[in-house]
């Protein structure tokens, strides 16, 4: 509109030449899809020319299409702040903590299935997997609108990139987990190893809720330092291995396979966790930024 108003009142909005310059304008404004600023810039002039055939009032035309277009830009100024505040960035937060709690809630399932038996889990692991999937498509979807943003990115797109594929493979081990308990490898024979292997388990997904609400809460939740829990899963893999019916029956033979398949998963769950600690770190103060940044 900055350039029709000059374009009216610099030719004097004789007639002759408005219709000189129609066909013009018409092809210029289908020149969108090559150029998206010459597309638009040539709609905007094209509608004064219009109003000015049909309706000739010099340059008023284009004060009206310039009143209407700051209004509009007004309003859709003030519903942005209202309902998006902070950009894709203060979305991807809540959308990134939202995918880690239900993977959380998947993973506590899963591991508790395959170390307990408990078969009866068989509906909640389903409905929690359908959840998290959810999250992790919408998670996806708000990064791409992230990528998209021209704003200050801060930290960097590599660090939002890792907590979302970070995200994901939360789903990847519980699927693995899930079929190693479809396939008949229930850990829950094996006894004492299985209730060490379900004790890390269970420190894993705390883990990861703190992990969630510090990216939606945008401050560290970590009383005590990252405990490694490399030893406990590996003694108790070998405790599950040594035990003396593993040879001779199929049945113990599959919940040692279980037992030590699910550790090694938790080994990597816990290694991931304790790196996702300093990118999560760096989220801290996005989260702090007030909403008008």
Same mark, same amino acid.
């Given at each position: 509109?900055? %350039?029709?108003v000059?374009f009216v009142?610099?030719?004097g909005?004789? *007639?002759?030449?408005?219709?000189?310059?129609?066909?013009l304008?018409?092809f210029?404004?289908?020149?969108?899809?090559v150029?998206?600023?010459?597309g &638009? %810039?040539?709609?905007?002039v094209l509608?004064?020319v219009?109003?000015?055939?049909?309706v *000739?009032m010099?340059? &008023?035309i284009?004060l009206?299409?310039?009143?209407?277009v700051?209004?509009?830009?007004?309003?859709?100024?003030?519903?942005?702040?209202?309902?998006?505040?902070?950009?894709?960035?203060?979305?991807?937060?809540?959308?990134?903590?939202?995918?880690?709690?239900?993977?959380?809630?998947?993973?506590?399932?899963?591991?508790?299935?395959?170390?307990?038996d408990a078969?009866?889990l068989?509906?909640a692991?389903?409905?929690?997997?359908? %959840?998290?999937?959810t999250?992790a498509? &919408?998670?996806?979807?708000?990064?791409?609108?992230?990528?998209n943003?021209?704003?200050?990115? &801060? *930290?960097?797109?590599?660090v939002?990139a890792m907590?979302?594929?970070s995200?994901?493979?939360?789903?990847?081990?519980s699927?693995v987990?899930?079929?190693?308990?479809e396939?008949?490898?229930?850990?829950a024979?094996?006894?004492?190893?299985?209730?060490?292997?379900?004790?890390?388990?269970?420190?894993? %997904?705390?883990?990861?809720?703190?992990?969630a609400?510090e990216?939606r809460?945008?401050?560290s939740?970590?009383?005590?330092?990252?405990?490694?829990?490399?030893?406990?899963?590996?003694s108790?893999?070998?405790?599950?291995?040594?035990?003396?019916?593993?040879?001779?029956?199929p049945?113990?033979l599959r919940?040692?396979?279980?037992?030590?398949?699910?550790?090694?998963?938790?080994?990597q769950l816990?290694?991931?966790?304790?790196?996702?600690?300093?990118?999560v770190?760096?989220t801290?103060?996005a989260?702090a930024?007030?909403?008008?940044?």
């Amino acid at each position: 509109m900055l %350039i029709a108003v000059p374009f009216v009142g610099a030719t004097g909005a004789p *007639p002759w030449v408005f219709w000189i310059v129609l066909p013009l304008l018409v092809f210029l404004n289908e020149y969108t899809a090559v150029n998206f600023v010459v597309g &638009q %810039i040539a709609f905007s002039v094209l509608v004064v020319v219009l109003f000015n055939i049909l309706v *000739p009032m010099d340059w &008023q035309i284009g004060l009206v299409r310039v009143e209407n277009v700051g209004l509009g830009l007004a309003v859709s100024v003030v519903v942005g702040l209202l309902l998006w505040p902070r950009g894709a960035q203060g979305q991807l937060s809540s959308a990134l903590a939202d995918l880690y709690d239900a993977g959380a809630s998947l993973l506590s399932l899963s591991f508790r299935r395959v170390l307990t038996d408990a078969s009866e889990l068989a509906d909640a692991v389903a409905s929690a997997r359908d %959840i998290a999937r959810t999250r992790a498509i &919408q998670a996806q979807e708000v990064f791409e609108l992230f990528l998209n943003e021209r704003t200050r990115q &801060q *930290p960097g797109v590599e660090v939002w990139a890792m907590l979302l594929s970070s995200g994901k493979s939360l789903l990847l081990i519980s699927d693995v987990i899930d079929w190693l308990f479809e396939h008949g490898h229930s850990a829950a024979e094996s006894g004492t190893p299985a209730s060490t292997v379900g004790r890390v388990a269970t420190n894993a %997904i705390g883990n990861l809720l703190r992990l969630a609400d510090e990216i939606r809460g945008g401050h560290s939740l970590r009383v005590a330092g990252a405990h490694d829990s490399t030893a406990e899963l590996r003694s108790a893999a070998l405790a599950s291995l040594s035990q003396p019916d593993v040879a001779t029956s199929p049945a113990a033979l599959r919940s040692a396979i279980g037992l030590v398949s699910s550790a090694d998963w938790l080994g990597q769950l816990d290694s991931l966790l304790q790196d996702l600690d300093e990118p999560v770190g760096e989220t801290f103060p996005a989260n702090a930024t007030h909403w008008w940044r």
